[in-house]
């Protein structure tokens, strides 16, 4: 379906009543307006809870360290409160009125720094394994760099020898096979580096950080530890293929540490375990980059 | 209506204690606002209540980087923003899709620069019951099964007695009538 009008200005659905108001949203101004308009009728014809009340519901789950404990300034104070607090504030009977749990909302949050922290960060180091069950356990070893923004490279052992390397900036994704002979790949999809590495015999459930904290955000029960430095997650039933569980080990700023994810059944490899750690490394930050890697004379093949 | 107890240029204290009493504050006067942008674009009750919660979790954790001589309201939304569309790219093409231009435009709807926001949001509240009062009974039929019964798609259709697409198009009619005559009122009154 075409989701440009004539303007050709995005159109994006928008459901407020059942079914899609395409009519409605010619152009980005007059959807903004539907929706304030939306939101107004729903206040005002009482559908919705009353705003102040439900601002005032938040707040009591900010309301953390009162008392004994004190209250410590942004910046200062421990996430662990927050959980705390909540937990307190379901004790005391207001368990009706919060919609979600404190544990879920917490995990969320540290989910989502998580994942900005990744997307602003500047380069990090991190050493990869995957360990694959089956007729006799395999293991492979990878190493990732990130250069900031979604830019990364990954350098694989290859399963006859010498190193494959991938990896992806704004410009698009490449892949270099570890014998020289074969040509460079280029490509738009990011996507396709998992292929190439599979066809390479040398297959990774993820070949880059944000992927992955973008997959441990879907589908997945979150909890945080009081320590709120261990973000673990249990796959829901009802959720398509993918890890069973994860557990995240953040820094004291919510930036990844550590990851493993675990995937129970895989009807065609087996089960596997695939473990990230950031590492205290220097690297050329050029090392992300294509031409890095673009060795003169060698042949490229965009896909 | 009460004053707004504070000016925003002077609300941050960085001590500890008072620190978060105008946090608390702010939030009390931006949080009804915050929730209307959070609710335009995610349609889920709770999961609207999940983002008001996200927001101001990290709101508070970054109080130390909201610059005082700005608006409150539009900092805290921006992090409402970003939550959203954080959450677009978590759930993909599962969830509700809103361009992130859309999320710009109703920024600039909801800005209210020279008011305190629930004032403004009241103003806007009162001028929409007015209008809704001089809706013809059969638009008020139709703005009253979809928002007092709560009743969408199919079975809103049905309730009218109409085909969907005829539905669709009164829904969409008494929508630009009713922005029309709130913008009118509230212009009237000196507030846009």
Not at chain 1, 151 to 171: E, H, N, R, S, T
Not at chain 1, 225 to 231: F, I, P
Not at chain 1, 291 to 298: I, K, N, Q, V, Y
Not at chain 2, 150 to 157: D, F, M
Request: aromatic share 6%; charged share 30%; proline share 4%.
């Amino acid at each position: 379906m075409d989701d440009r009008d004539h303007d050709g200005e995005r159109r994006t659905p928008l459901d407020l009543d059942g079914f899609t108001i395409e009519a409605e949203v010619s152009n980005a101004r007059v959807q903004a307006e539907v929706l304030w308009v939306d939101g107004l009728l729903e206040r005002a014809l009482g559908v919705i809870e009353d705003d102040r009340r439900a601002v005032e519901v938040a707040l009591q789950r900010l309301r953390f360290g009162d008392g004994a404990t004190g209250t410590k300034a942004p910046g200062q104070r421990r996430w662990g409160l927050v959980a705390s607090a909540a937990g307190l504030l379901v004790a005391v009977g207001l368990g009706l009125l919060i919609l979600v749990g404190p544990g879920a909302s917490s995990a969320q949050a540290a989910l989502t720094r998580a994942l900005e922290r990744a997307e602003r960060s500047e380069a990090r180091a991190f050493a990869a394994v995957l360990r694959r069950a089956g007729s006799g356990e395999v293991v492979r070893r990878a190493e990732l760099f990130t250069g900031g923004a979604d830019a990364f490279a990954i350098k694989v052992a290859a399963p006859f020898g010498g190193y494959l390397w991938a990896g992806a900036d704004q410009d698009g994704a490449w892949f270099v096979p570890a014998l020289e002979a074969l040509p460079m790949i280029e490509t738009d999809q990011r996507s396709r580096l998992l292929e190439r590495l599979e066809e390479h015999g040398a297959s990774l459930p993820y070949v880059d950080v944000l992927t992955l904290l973008r997959a441990c955000s879907e589908d997945f029960e979150l909890s945080l530890d009081r320590s709120e430095r261990c973000l673990s997650g249990v796959r829901r039933s009802s959720a398509p293929p993918g890890p069973d569980r994860f557990e995240l080990q953040l820094d004291s700023q919510g930036e990844l540490f550590t990851a493993r994810l675990e995937r129970d059944v895989d009807s065609s490899a087996g089960a596997w375990v695939f473990e990230l750690e950031r590492l205290d490394v220097a690297f050329d930050p050029a090392l992300v980059e294509r031409a890095s890697h673009h060795a003169p004379g060698r042949r490229v093949l965009r896909r | 209506m009460e004053p707004s107890p504070l000016n925003e240029s002077d609300r941050i204290d960085r001590t500890p204690q008072v620190g978060r009493a105008l946090f608390e504050a702010l939030v009390r006067e931006h949080g009804p606002r915050l929730r209307l942008f959070l609710g335009a674009v995610e349609r889920d009750p709770q999961a609207r209540e999940e983002l008001l919660q996200e927001t101001l979790l990290v709101a508070w954790r970054r109080l130390e980087s909201f610059d005082p001589d700005r608006s409150f309201g539009p900092w805290l939304r921006g992090i409402g923003r970003n939550l959203v569309l954080a959450r677009q790219r978590a759930l993909g093409r599962r969830g509700v899709i809103v361009d992130p231009s859309v999320l710009d435009q109703l920024e600039g709807l909801l800005d209210a620069p020279a008011q305190a926001e629930v004032e403004r949001m009241e103003l806007e509240l009162a001028a929409l019951r007015a209008c809704l009062e001089g809706l013809p009974a059969q638009q008020r039929a139709v703005v009253d099964q979809r928002y007092r019964e709560g009743r969408r798609g199919a079975e809103l259709a049905r309730g009218l007695g109409r085909s969907l697409e005829s539905t669709k198009k009164s829904l969409q009619r008494v929508r630009a009538r009713l922005h029309d005559c709130v913008t009118t009122k509230l212009a009237a009154q000196g507030v846009l």
